[in-house]
């Protein structure tokens, strides 16, 4: 576990750009084995903005990684957050903690909170739109969404006191696990419902982006599952009855075009439809 930490604190950048596209490559080609819906679409035409948003997300977040870094030092050198709170234990249980925190203050937080204050649900409406849902999508963000994400990211280290081993970590297993939830594959029912005790799986987070309430606030979290079953916010809906997008903004078109992308935030939309809930 030392060695592993030791590793993530001063990850490459190739390696983690081979994470990247590799991720992306192994689910693109899963995509095409065992689909979950069979578009019909071009499949590079519909990657060319979701890819063009992973991009300006990369760039953001190398633009501001001195920023956590820094952080990530003071809280250790400091002993400041809950984990460095905490009376001694061993590294794993000590690693395990620090992820699962982030997992909560860095992703299920922000992501809640995007759904519930109307400006951050705008930048954030840019993720939802995408009427074709693959692993292409996990990095559909807009840039003023990269920057909140980032802002949260901050807030959990100091939370949490996590040291930047931990940090690059949870970020590595975020980046696969998102690309893993979001990838258009059919996983045998069973198996898949049986990983959403533990981890957010494909059919649990394709919930969250069915295209109307109450639905869409749902199925909030990234990694852990443990999150939406602790908070209330787990939802199953028949994973066939799933349609992508959201209702306010329904223009497939519109929603395939990075420039009507990048000014969505700033539009205004209709009163969404609220459906009634499955048994």
Do not use: C
């Not at 937080?109 to 939802?128: G, I, R, S």
């Amino acid at each position: 576990m030392e060695a592993l930490i030791q590793y993530f604190e001063t990850i490459p950048s190739l390696h983690r750009s081979i994470l990247l596209v590799g991720g992306l490559t192994f689910f693109w080609l899963l995509e095409g084995a065992v689909p979950l819906f069979r578009f019909r679409y071009r499949k590079w035409k519909h990657a060319i903005p979701n890819l063009f948003f992973t991009l300006t997300t990369i760039i953001i977040n190398f633009a501001l990684a001195f920023l956590l870094l820094q952080s990530a030092d003071w809280v250790v050198a400091n002993g400041f957050g809950l984990i460095n709170w905490l009376p001694e234990m061993p590294l794993w249980l000590y690693v395990l903690i620090g992820v699962l925190l982030l997992d909560f203050v860095g992703a299920y937080l922000p992501h809640y909170v995007e759904h519930k204050v109307k400006p951050l649900w705008m930048v954030h409406l840019v993720h939802h739109t995408d009427h074709k849902v693959d692993t292409t999508t996990a990095n559909r963000h807009h840039p003023l969404e990269s920057v909140i994400r980032f802002v949260f990211t901050l807030l959990g280290v100091f939370i949490i006191g996590a040291p930047i081993g931990i940090v690059m970590l949870y970020q590595s297993m975020s980046l696969v696990a998102t690309q893993f939830t979001h990838a258009n594959i059919r996983l045998p029912q069973k198996v898949d419902h049986a990983l959403s005790y533990v981890l957010v799986s494909p059919d649990m987070h394709k919930v969250h982006h069915h295209n109307v309430l109450p639905y869409t606030d749902s199925n909030y979290g990234n990694i852990f599952s443990v999150w939406d079953r602790l908070l209330g916010t787990y939802m199953k809906l028949d994973r066939m009855k799933i349609q992508y997008g959201v209702d306010v903004f329904p223009d497939e078109q519109e929603n395939s075009d990075t420039w009507e992308l990048l000014k969505q935030p700033f539009q205004k939309y209709r009163k969404p439809t609220v459906l009634p809930v499955e048994d």
